[in-house]
T-cell receptor
Framework: DQQVKQNSPSLSVQEGRISILNCDYT??????FLWYKKYPAEGPTFLIS?????DKNEDGRFTVFLNKSAKHLSLHIVPSQPGDSAVYFC????????????FGTGTRLKVLA | AAGVIQSPRHLIKEKRETATLKCYPI?????VYWYQQGPGQDPQFLIS???????DKGSIPDRFSAQQFSDYHSELNMSSLELGDSALYFC??????????FGPGTRLTVT
């Protein structure tokens, strides 16, 4: 049972436009969310986070939106750049002594020059 | 800035052999997590340690064990290796926040 889902396995966007990556979760206990970017044969690179007390967090070109009632979060990249081409994972965790993150299946973003 | 270090980066073992993967967390991070990522799959949580004590356990086979040492580095020991254990093994660390930072991974190939 996939608790964190990224329903779009791939996404292509023109350079300079907005990329929107979506993530849905089923466990209402999740209250911490991370987005990672991953290149082949490398470790996931942390991008941005959000906790359930917020509905938006922004860091440069990256903005994450959280809709708790819909159990949905999205990552916006504006403007998209060719170097953003990678696989993006969302991950969710319920608050505990440590944070065991459940990862989504990933979305492969391709930014076209 | 210092990142999570994992060694070795690549490891080739035969079936039924043992392997030890090492992880050195970011300085002042007290929590270490191990994840396994199979081909075309998302990272799956294996086990975590906080202040040298096991804090959480995921889908880690009984053939695997791990520990965190006094310097906060962690080792994942894998015995009786099977072909299906071939994967990327990631270590992540965290400090006082909920954000986890990943190492570059160890690619284990079992032949």
């Amino acid at each position: 049972d996939q608790q964190v889902k990224q329903n779009s396995p791939s996404l292509s966007v023109q350079e300079g436009r907005i990329s929107i990556l979506n993530c849905d979760y089923t466990n209402s206990m999740f209250d911490y969310f991370l987005w990672y970017k991953k290149y082949p044969a490398e470790g996931p690179t942390f991008l941005i986070s959000i906790s359930s007390i917020k509905d938006k967090n922004e860091d440069g070109r990256f903005t994450v939106f959280l809709n708790k009632s819909a159990k949905h979060l999205s990552l916006h990249i504006v403007p998209s750049q060719p170097g953003d081409s990678a696989v993006y994972f969302c991950a969710a965790s319920a608050a505990s002594g440590t944070y065991k993150y459940i990862f989504g299946t990933g979305t492969r973003l391709k930014v076209l020059a | 800035a210092a990142g999570v270090i994992q060694s070795p980066r690549h490891l080739i073992k035969e079936k039924r052999e043992t392997a030890t993967l090492k992880c050195y967390p970011i300085p002042r991070h007290d929590t270490v997590y191990w994840y396994q990522q199979g081909p075309g799959q998302d990272p799956q949580f294996l086990i975590s340690f906080y202040e040298k004590m096991q804090s959480d356990k995921g889908s880690i086979p009984d053939r695997f064990s791990a520990q965190q040492f006094s310097d906060y580095h962690s080792e994942l020991n894998m015995s009786s290796l099977e072909l299906g254990d071939s994967a990327l093994y990631f270590c992540a660390s965290s400090g006082q926040t909920y954000e986890q930072y990943f190492g570059p991974g160890t690619r284990l190939t079992v032949t």
